[in-house]
């Protein structure tokens, strides 16, 4: 079944001492791109999250963004920073001693000072980080496999046109080439009374003409494509990519059809198979 590359979901894990919650929104890419904002505190969890993803997600990009709040409203608490209230220390007195400069260094000169006060972020609790992850991830792709299920409806629905035209192209086709060589024979015909013609020699242009004009071939070709593009959009394994090539295949067989018939009504069909084929082609952009 085809799943969508779009797709939104909201969710959050409660945990002792607070919650984490999320967002994961996906939009189409040409391949697998993957961008998480975590807490501070749950960045040695990125690169393991990554490959939870590439195990649920083959294309597409996603960004996920995981948030953790305590259950009091707090998320951070205050320390000092030891090394950087050590520096300006050791800076005062290389002044004094070095420099011979004059002046105390004090509590306020300290506090004032940049980062001397730092707030470390409470751990995020690794169950309820992997628990809200998974959870974004399994609605994400419910709502990803959802609208998959109508692109599928749609296409579906485009490849009965296209059979039905394609039906038409087909049953016209005879008709077609009994035109053509009623018009080649009264035109020989016409020439013959005119002059000396080797007749072999005429029966010989007008198959090189039919030939030339032949549209069986690519009539069959399209259908194949068809029956291809229908059998991958039924099957369970990754498909955008495929179905947009089968979808290459179609574009020239139908082109190839258009070029080579000299016939109104077929003409027509080609044009409404060419609409329909290329509305196909825009679903399937958003196919994973």
């Given at each position: 079944m085809p799943r969508s590359m779009t797709g939104f979901s909201k969710g959050e894990v409660e945990a002792e001492g607070g919650k984490c919650s999320g967002e994961a929104r996906s939009l189409n890419s040409r391949y697998l791109e993957v961008s998480l904002r975590l807490p501070k505190s749950a960045s040695v969890y990125e690169q393991r999250l990554?490959?939870?993803?590439?195990?649920?997600?083959?294309r597409g990009r996603l960004d996920i963004n995981i948030k953790w709040e305590k259950t009091d409203?707090?998320?951070?608490?205050?320390s000092l920073n030891e090394q950087a209230i050590k520096w300006y220390v050791d800076v005062a007195r290389h002044l004094k001693e070095g420099y011979g400069l004059h002046g105390e260094l004090t509590i306020e000169n300290i506090l004032n000072?940049?980062?001397?006060?730092v707030y470390e972020e409470i751990s995020v609790p690794e169950r309820a980080l992997y628990g809200c992850f998974d959870a974004l991830?399994?609605?994400?792709?419910g709502e990803r496999e959802r609208e998959g299920e109508l692109i599928k409806h749609d296409l579906s629905a485009r490849l009965e046109t296209l059979r039905t035209a394609l039906l038409e192209v087909e049953q016209r086709w005879?008709?077609?080439?009994?035109k053509h060589e009623e018009?080649?024979?009264e035109r020989v015909q016409k020439v013959s009374q005119a002059s000396s013609i080797d007749e072999s020699r005429i029966l010989?242009?007008?198959a090189i003409y039919m030939e030339k004009v032949d549209i069986a071939e690519e009539i069959s070709r399209l259908k194949g494509h068809l029956a291809h593009f229908l059998q991958t959009l039924g099957g369970p394994d990754e498909m955008g990519r495929k179905l947009d090539f089968i979808i290459q295949e179609m574009v020239r067989e139908s082109n190839t059809i258009g070029s080579k018939s000299n016939d109104f009504y077929i003409s027509e069909r080609v044009i409404q198979m060419k609409v329909?084929?290329?509305?196909?082609?825009?679903?399937v952009q958003n196919v994973e």
């Open positions: 990554r490959e939870l993803v590439k195990k649920q997600v083959k409203g707090g998320s951070a608490v205050p000072a940049k980062d001397i006060i991830l399994t609605k994400l792709n005879p008709l077609v080439i009994r018009m080649l024979r010989q242009e007008i329909e084929i290329e509305k196909m082609r825009e679903q």
